[in-house]
């Protein structure tokens, strides 16, 4: 579908509202700053009272859905989470000061749809009907959901608070610290004038990096394909031809998508036997994919079964008094040398208490005596280890993140058919794993995975981590295992993978993936230490969303902030050297813009995930206490009670 432009064909903007009434512009109307909005209408009753507020929300696209979760993509994208682990409701489980205003899950609102209390765009109606609650619903079902909860959000509103919205990018904020600011707007003359400014941009594009640049300016000299890191679903792939022979660098959820798009978004079809083994038909117009990457495998498999029984009592040994000591000690941290190790020991516990619980018949010890001696074992050490292999005989039933992390480390095949089959089998095997409750302590793990993530907050918000440490291991390396192990594909995308495999239309490269741009042949070239031969081909797709970077974000507003120096890249000591993150760097306590001059901006704030402020996720797992709604409250409160001071502030008569 195509993206809109720099300048959308909408009519001119109608005058401003009353300049005496207190104005909130948020920008982005997308699931942050729908979240947002919801937490503002929580709270306004109790903060803000009886006063008149204008809030504008500034969007080119649906309001609720954004860009990533917009109606118009082909229905053939999925979620990558369950309908009923998705939410925009706080519940009981999150920490905030504002009430808590429930509200349904994805899976809920399908059945107030199905019963017929609200009605859904008619071409979903067929699709919401079959939903079940374990189902991956269509990303246009969730932007449904999404434009839904905007909605309620409006209407939850008190009095006297209206909701203006414009279907407009916002190019540029300008505006002195002390007084309103102005946003301006693409093809608008007049600003919009705000009292405070919320930027709630999601995920944004960048230039490519010089290397992306490099690569595409080899295949323009030779003839060839290159696709640079971008959102799949906004990715132009009409110049992949039937039948070439493509490289596509990265194996996660970019990589689905784009499987997905060239096979039965090119007409082919799956048909499945009565034992509902999958068979590939292709249309011809296909493609041939070599997919590849640092580790060699897909993203695992989303786990296909749900938590029954005793609940693991986390966090353990990662949770705030373990970040509070942390915090006290003296120096910098490393994150590999002094957070890993707790946070891998509070997963091998909850891996543990869900072995020895739910199936004890594969220990050899009973659960308190093993406990008592794993809570007194330094984390990664022999004593650890030797406790571990003492109490669980089989390996298959230890939590091994260093071979989870690197499953294809050290094997070497003979040939490339027969990598072929040992990764067909690989996946099937994780397959079969992730949907067999006696496997369930994996998803134990996944559950303190989430655990973990909302205790690092606190940690990368004191600034104690290295530069380093920061930019490469936590930004770097533990997000992306995350991704792996936590965020990967439903079962039935996988199956597909295999499907494909068989037909010959996808092609596995193997693990320490390198692309090189073969200057006498003129084509890209990929290889893997761990199988014979190299794969030349005429097109290169970086299967990979693009690496935040303020100064190269296409987005027009965020580069005139780093040019203004009213907002910049977040910039990390290392030594004698600074080291930019590519995040818009906002106070940890406030989410407000950190300017040139290292001063908070009191009247513009930014959320999500181009920000440091790391509470990346605008929707959640129902019960979970996300950071990001914790945030949003927070947020909307001190919005509010900014606003309520404002001299000469608007009150409703009565």
């Known amino acids: 579908m195509p993206v809109p432009s720099d300048s959308p064909p909408y009519p001119a903007r109608p005058g401003q509202p009353d300049a005496s009434v207190p104005s909130l512009v948020i920008v982005g109307a997308g699931?942050?700053?729908?979240?947002?909005?919801?937490?503002?209408?929580?709270?306004?009753?109790?903060?803000?009272?009886?006063?008149?507020?204008?809030?504008?929300?500034?969007?080119?696209?649906?309001?609720?859905?954004?860009?990533?979760?917009?109606?118009?993509?082909?229905?053939?994208?999925?979620?990558?989470?369950?309908?009923?682990?998705?939410?925009?409701?706080?519940?009981?489980?999150?920490?905030?000061?504002?009430?808590?205003?429930?509200?349904?899950?994805?899976?809920?609102?399908?059945?107030?749809?199905?019963?017929?209390?609200?009605?859904?765009?008619?071409?979903?109606?067929?699709?919401?009907?079959?939903?079940?609650?374990?189902?991956?619903?269509?990303?246009?079902?969730?932007?449904?959901?999404l434009g839904?909860?905007?909605?309620?959000?409006?209407?939850?509103?008190?009095?006297?608070?209206?909701?203006?919205?414009?279907?407009?990018?916002?190019?540029?904020?300008?505006?002195?610290?002390?007084?309103?600011?102005?946003?301006?707007?693409?093809?608008?003359?007049?600003?919009?004038?705000?009292?405070?400014?919320?930027?709630?941009?999601?995920?944004?594009?960048?230039?490519?990096?010089?290397?992306?640049?490099?690569?595409?300016?080899?295949?323009?000299?030779?003839?060839?394909?290159?696709?640079?890191?971008?959102?799949?679903?906004?990715?132009?792939?009409?110049?992949?031809?039937?039948?070439?022979?493509?490289?596509?660098?990265?194996?996660?959820?970019?990589?689905?998508?784009?499987?997905?798009?060239?096979?039965?978004?090119?007409?082919?079809?799956?048909?499945?036997?009565?034992r509902g083994r999958l068979t590939y038909r292709p249309s011809g117009r296909e493609p041939l994919l070599h997919v590849g990457s640092r580790r060699g495998v897909p993203y695992h498999s989303k786990i296909g079964y749900g938590w029954t029984g005793e609940r693991t009592p986390l966090?353990?040994?990662?949770?705030?008094?373990?970040?509070?000591?942390?915090?006290?000690?003296?120096?910098?941290?490393?994150?590999?040398?002094?957070?890993?190790?707790?946070?891998?020991?509070?997963?091998?516990?909850?891996?543990?208490?869900?072995?020895?619980?739910?199936?004890?018949?594969?220990?050899?010890?009973?659960?308190?005596?093993?406990?008592?001696?794993?809570?007194?074992?330094?984390?990664?050490?022999?004593?650890?280890?030797?406790?571990?292999n003492d109490g669980v005989p089989d390996p298959a039933d230890r939590f091994d993140p260093d071979a989870l992390d690197h499953p294809l480390s050290g094997l070497r095949f003979p040939d490339e058919e027969s990598f072929q089959r040992y990764l067909c089998d690989y996946i099937q095997a994780d397959l079969d794993r992730r949907a067999d409750p006696r496997h369930s302590p994996d998803l134990a793990v996944f559950l303190a995975l989430l655990a973990v993530y909302g205790q690092l907050v606190r940690i990368i918000g004191s600034g104690r981590l290295t530069a380093r440490s920061r930019i490469a291991d936590l930004d770097g390396w533990w997000h992306g295992f995350f991704s792996y192990y936590a965020s990967g594909p439903p079962a039935p995308r996988l199956r597909q993978l295999l499907a494909l495999s068989r037909a010959g239309a996808v092609r596995f490269l193997g693990a320490g993936l390198t692309v090189e741009a073969d200057r006498e042949r003129g084509v890209f070239r990929a290889s893997s230490p761990g199988v014979p031969g190299t794969v030349e081909a005429t097109a290169l797709v970086e299967a990979r969303l693009p690496g935040p970077s303020v100064h190269r974000s296409r987005d027009r507003l965020l580069r005139s902030l780093a040019e203004d120096g009213a907002g910049g890249e977040e910039m990390l000591c290392d030594g004698d050297h600074l080291l930019p993150t590519g995040l818009l760097?906002?106070?940890?306590?406030?989410?407000?813009?950190?300017?040139?001059?290292?001063?908070?901006?009191?009247?513009?704030?930014?959320?999500?995930?181009?920000?440091?402020g790391r509470a990346y996720a605008a929707f959640a797992r129902p019960r979970t206490n996300a950071p990001a709604f914790r945030q949003n409250d927070a947020t909307a409160r001190a919005v509010l009670a900014f606003l309520g001071e404002r001299p000469g502030t608007a009150r409703l008569s009565a």
């Open 31 to 145: 699931p942050r700053g729908t979240g947002l909005l919801e937490r503002i209408a929580a709270n306004a009753p109790d903060i803000y009272g009886g006063s008149r507020l204008d809030i504008h929300m500034v969007d080119p696209y649906p309001a609720g859905a954004g860009r990533v979760w917009r109606y118009e993509q082909s229905p053939l994208l999925w979620m990558n989470s369950m309908a009923e682990d998705v939410t925009m409701f706080l519940d009981e489980s999150v920490e905030c000061a504002g009430p808590i205003r429930p509200g349904p899950s994805l899976a809920q609102w399908a059945e107030r749809v199905r019963a017929g209390s609200i009605s859904p765009p008619p071409e979903l109606a067929e699709e919401i009907g079959g939903l079940r609650a374990d189902g991956f619903p269509s990303r246009r079902v969730q932007s449904a959901y």
């Open 148 to 274: 839904w909860v905007y909605e309620q959000a409006v209407a939850a509103l008190p009095p006297g608070v209206r909701v203006h919205r414009h279907p407009y990018r916002a190019v540029r904020v300008t505006g002195p610290l002390d007084g309103r600011q102005r946003v301006w707007l693409d093809g608008v003359a007049a600003p919009l004038t705000a009292d405070l400014v919320v930027l709630a941009l999601g995920h944004l594009d960048s230039e490519p990096d010089p290397e992306q640049r490099a690569l595409s300016a080899f295949a323009a000299r030779h003839g060839l394909v290159h696709l640079p890191p971008a959102y799949t679903a906004d990715t132009d792939l009409s110049a992949l031809r039937p039948g070439q022979t493509v490289i596509v660098r990265g194996f996660g959820l970019a990589f689905i998508d784009l499987m997905v798009l060239l096979t039965e978004g090119r007409g082919g079809r799956y048909e499945s036997d009565a």
């Open 315 to 388: 966090p353990r040994f990662f949770g705030p008094a373990a970040v509070d000591q942390l915090l006290a000690g003296p120096g910098r941290l490393d994150f590999r040398r002094d957070v890993w190790p707790l946070i891998a020991k509070e997963l091998g516990y909850a891996f543990y208490h869900r072995l020895f619980t739910a199936h004890p018949e594969r220990t050899r010890v009973n659960w308190p005596d093993f406990e008592e001696k794993y809570a007194a074992a330094a984390p990664a050490s022999a004593e650890l280890d030797a406790l571990v």
């Open 585 to 612: 760097a906002v106070d940890p306590a406030d989410a407000r813009l950190i300017g040139r001059d290292g001063r908070p901006h009191p009247r513009r704030l930014a959320l999500g995930p181009h920000t440091n």
